[in-house]
């Protein structure tokens, strides 16, 4: 079976991993690395070119760290094509038409290259970025994820990986349409850390990077795998799924999940099945409480309705 083992070098108390960044496009992440390696933030946006390639040497307790950071593109265009053949020849075309930028292109188009497994194999670490002003890249994180899983090819495989997740840009607080509630609700229900990020101001991002290592290097020192303490948030995957779709729900009969027109019957098993799952006294899962009475709520209203 293929794992994710980092590469140990002679010194035993060195290693070298790998890590990578992923989320849509502008959500920060190049920002981030680079606040963190540069100790510097840049406001002008700098779209990254499928994948920017760096390494930084870090210290967690006894153990030198060497890690490698593929900072991928966000935007669709890469989504679609960073991995195939298509993206070569448009790096090769760029590569005519501007000749300074030989160089960069040569270094980035023999990693974008490869195909898209070649990506994800062999990562230790996996940086998900959303920017907490647009619902649109917290959403994206299912299919981050899931893209990642289809490539990956197997549960055992994602297993080996740190996965931590940075809502980014706490800095606009007037902007900010993702509450914290809701980026730990989705992250700690997965077994993954959650921090509140700005590359703006730096809050939160040596403490991300250090919990970041931190956890790696655990990892390596538990033969690869993450420990199991990691996941245990005392709810289900389950739960925070339920919580997050009767947040994001348009009415009553969606909260519910039923069809409009539903019966009375169907609109109480309904109710039973969420009762049960959201019930304060069963579900420790940070808005339970408010979901659980939403649905109270919902069932009310509508039965109010059927005759
Ligand atoms: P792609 O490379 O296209 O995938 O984007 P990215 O996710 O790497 O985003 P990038 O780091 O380039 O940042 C996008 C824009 O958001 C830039 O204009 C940054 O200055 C800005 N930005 C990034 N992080 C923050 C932050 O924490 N606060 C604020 N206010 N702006 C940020
Ligand atoms: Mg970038």
Avoid at 28 to 42: D, H, L, M, Q
Avoid at 176 to 196: C, I, K, M, N
Avoid at 235 to 244: G, L, P, V
Avoid at 269 to 292: I, M, T
Wanted: hydrophobic residues 40%; proline residues 2%; aromatic residues 10%.
């Amino acid at each position: 079976m293929e794992t994710n083992a980092p590469k140990r070098r002679d010194n035993k108390k060195s290693l070298r991993v790998k890590v990578i960044s992923l989320g849509n496009a502008e959500v920060g992440k190049s920002c981030i690395i680079k606040r963190y390696c540069e100790k510097r933030f840049v406001p002008k946006y700098l779209a990254t070119i499928g994948i920017d390639y760096g390494v930084t040497k870090v210290q967690v307790r006894d153990r030198e760290i060497k890690v490698n950071i593929f900072d991928m593109a966000g935007h669709p265009f890469f989504y679609e094509v960073r991995n195939t053949r298509l993206l070569l020849w448009c790096l090769l075309l760029w590569c005519l038409l501007l000749w300074c930028l030989l160089l960069w292109c040569h270094l980035s188009s023999s990693v974008v290259s490869q195909v898209r497994n070649e990506f994800y194999k062999d990562s230790q670490g996996v940086l998900l970025v959303y920017d907490v002003g647009l619902r649109e890249s917290f959403d994206a994180l299912d299919s981050w994820l899931g893209e990642m899983k289809q490539e990956m090819g197997s549960q055992a495989n994602m297993d080996s990986i740190v996965f931590i997740v940075c809502a980014n840009k706490v800095d606009l607080t007037k902007r900010r349409v993702v509450d914290e509630g809701e980026g730990r609700l989705w992250a700690e229900s997965r077994g993954f850390h959650y921090f509140e990020t700005s590359a703006q101001s730096g809050e939160g991002i040596n403490e991300m990077f250090q919990a970041f290592f931190s956890s790696i290097t655990d990892m390596c020192e538990n033969g690869g795998k993450r420990p199991a303490t990691e996941v245990s948030v005392g709810f289900t995957k389950e739960q925070a799924d339920t919580i997050r779709r009767i947040r994001n729900s348009k009415d009553s009969w969606d909260m519910l999940g039923v069809k409009p027109g539903a019966t009375r019957e169907e609109v109480n098993k309904a109710y039973r099945k969420l009762a049960v799952l959201l019930h304060p006294d069963k579900c420790v899962a940070p808005g339970s409480e408010d979901a659980f009475k939403a649905v109270v709520n919902a069932r009310t209203s509508l039965l109010k309705n059927i005759k």
